[in-house]
């Protein structure tokens, strides 16, 4: 592992709040020499498909509702739709 890579991981560490031995340190930095090639061959993808899947979503107003207030439900309402209620509670079977 070279100086910078050491203290980049170093770094990385640090901020996510991990104390790290040297044998995990080398051990991450070996996994991670993997992941970041295989995360640059996926940044070359081509996604305009993606993106126009998204745009359509996204312009699609159907899927907003204005948000109006509403009068709220007193809990004596719910309460008098329960099968059972008691003490200003539901009432139900026990269980165990």
Do not use: C
Not at 75 to 82: C, K, M, P
Request: no cysteine.
């Amino acid at each position: 592992m070279d100086r910078s890579s050491e203290k980049e991981l170093e770094r990385i560490a640090r901020l996510s709040g991990l104390t790290l031995s040297e044998e995990e340190k080398d051990i991450l930095f070996s996994d991670l020499s993997r992941i970041v090639p295989y995360m640059e061959r996926i940044s070359e993808l081509d996604t305009s498909v993606a993106d126009a899947v998204s745009d359509d979503i996204s312009d699609n107003e159907a899927l907003f509702r204005e948000d109006t207030e509403k009068a709220p439900v007193l809990a004596s309402e719910i309460l008098d739709q329960a099968p059972q209620a008691k003490d200003g509670m539901f009432n139900v079977p026990r269980i165990v």
